[in-house]
Nanobody, 128 residues
Framework: QVQVVESGGGSVQSGGSLRLSCAASGFSDSRYCMAWFRQAPGKEREGVATRDSIGSTRYADSVKGRFTISQDNAKNTLYLQMNSLKPEDTAMYYC??????????????????????WGPGTQVTVSS
């Protein structure tokens, strides 16, 4: 059974940086997709970034140039480096995983239904 658990959220001022981590375990196939989603109160879930097991990455337009998704295979950990944070980045951030190639294009109103495994989330709050 795949398990993913996020960490690294917190509060930061506008323009600051945070790095989220997602510890993953239990994959039984070498081909999988991992992703970061976020959801702010009263808003639809948004796909932030995806990374498949061969290293291809995609980003939502809203975070391109500011966020970087990466993975440390030795530690089975996915990261989301977030720089130049804005108040509109405030949300609960979720790590998600699925087998097979990444099929979603990150962006707004992406429910993530194709992802079977989700972490409990970590809160990111950016103050102006």
């Amino acid at each position: 059974q795949v398990q993913v658990v996020e960490s690294g959220g917190g509060s930061v001022q506008s323009g600051g940086s945070l790095r989220l981590s997602c510890a993953a375990s239990g994959f039984s196939d070498s081909r999988y997709c991992m992703a970061w989603f976020r959801q702010a109160p009263g808003k639809e879930r948004e796909g932030v970034a995806t990374r498949d097991s061969i290293g291809s990455t995609r980003y939502a337009d809203s975070v391109k140039g500011r966020f970087t998704i990466s993975q440390d295979n030795a530690k089975n950990t996915l990261y989301l480096q977030m720089n130049s944070l804005k108040p509109e980045d405030t949300a609960m951030y979720y790590c998600a995983a699925s087998y097979g190639p990444c099929q979603v294009v990150p962006g707004p109103n992406i429910s993530g239904r194709s992802f079977a495994y989700w972490g409990p989330g970590t809160q990111v709050t950016v103050s102006s």
